[in-house]
């Protein structure tokens, strides 16, 4: 993507580990190592259903007998599987365990291999970065995907980050389709200080997204995140009001939407990216935002997303709460994943 770009607003440094330095009691955690260690944690328990999964069962591989025999790979085989990794990825991790298993005699030794090879397939694909002009003109950002899957509260959520950031966020509610959406939206506005632009319910979402660019020009904003529709009335075709939004943001301002911000809802698993693949077809997804991993124990779908879409996965969301997004950082996701 734009990562070349000169001036963007840098992602938080990784996340790896949790900072160590308080622990000996002669370093002074600087308040960076504490922002990074309590982003851990909340990634950490964001994760737990999925790190239960793996580690309660990874344990009980060995309960009967140490080493990894056949019948222990299949039953690794499935565990994996069940975590939505994907079947492939499940078999090329099986390939691996089973190339090293002389060497594995516990539950640590095989989470530590399965968490290196889990790093290495996310690294081959490195897709991380929030690339972000800042070129005078605000940048915008489409937030698309069906019903449900959290696009307002991601809106909420990245307007507080960009609020907290120093920028001045406007949001477009082009989800006109209910009254109680546009609510909703403007609730999250007012909790991270950003504007809204918003017409009545039942209103052109197109108009609603020109109007917001025409608004965010004329303030001087930083950054204008639109949120859409994930569903319509059914005699309308959602991608071509998606694409006519589309068309009304570059009418507005050339060049714009500078992204096109797919949500997926990560307990909906394998399903998420028949989603992302038409969504990407009529729009051109540039990034990928998958939310509710805190409320699943297939966190495995995100190496699945890393491994079968070509499109970055930028954002992954771990709660409800106003803080409750990060930028996906594989480090981190592998440390907090077993
Ligand atoms: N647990 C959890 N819930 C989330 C997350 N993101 C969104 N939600 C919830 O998902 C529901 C639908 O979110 P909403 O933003 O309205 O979805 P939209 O229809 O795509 O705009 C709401 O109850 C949100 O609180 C997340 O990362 N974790
Ligand atoms: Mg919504």
Known sequence: MNSGSDSHIEP??????PAASSAGGNDHPNS??????????????????????????????????????????EELEELLITSDIGVETAMDLLEKVSASAAGIHDGPALAALLRAEILSLLRDHDHRGMPLQTTGRPHVVMVVGVNGVGKTTTIGKLAHRYTTD????????????????????????????????????????????????????????????????????????????????????????????????????ATTGQNALNQARMFNEALGVTGIALTKLDGTAKGGIVVGIYRSLDIPLQYIGVGEQIDDLQVFEPEAFVNALF
Request: no cysteine; aromatic share 4%; proline share 3%.
């Open 32 to 73: 960076a190592d504490i922002a990074k260690g309590k982003m851990f944690a909340r990634l950490r328990r964001g994760l737990a259903k999925t790190r239960q999964l793996l580690t309660t069962d990874i344990e009980d591989l060995f309960a009967r007998k140490k080493g990894l025999s056949e019948k222990q790979l």
């Open 12 to 17: 938080p440094p990784p996340a790896g580990e």
């Open 166 to 265: 120093g920028k001045k966020v406007l949001i477009a509610a082009s989800d006109t389709f209910r009254a109680a959406a546009i609510e909703q939206l403007a609730i999250w506005a007012e909790r991270s200080g950003a504007d809204i632009v918003r017409h009545q319910d039942g209103a052109d979402p197109a108009a609603v997204a020109f109007d917001a660019i025409k608004a965010a020009i004329g303030r001087e904003a930083d950054i204008v995140l639109v949120d859409t529709a994930g569903r319509l009335h059914t005699k309308v075709n959602l991608m071509e009001e998606l694409k006519k939004v589309k068309r009304s943001i570059a009418k507005q301002l050339a060049g714009a939407p500078n992204e096109i911000l797919l949500v997926l809802d």
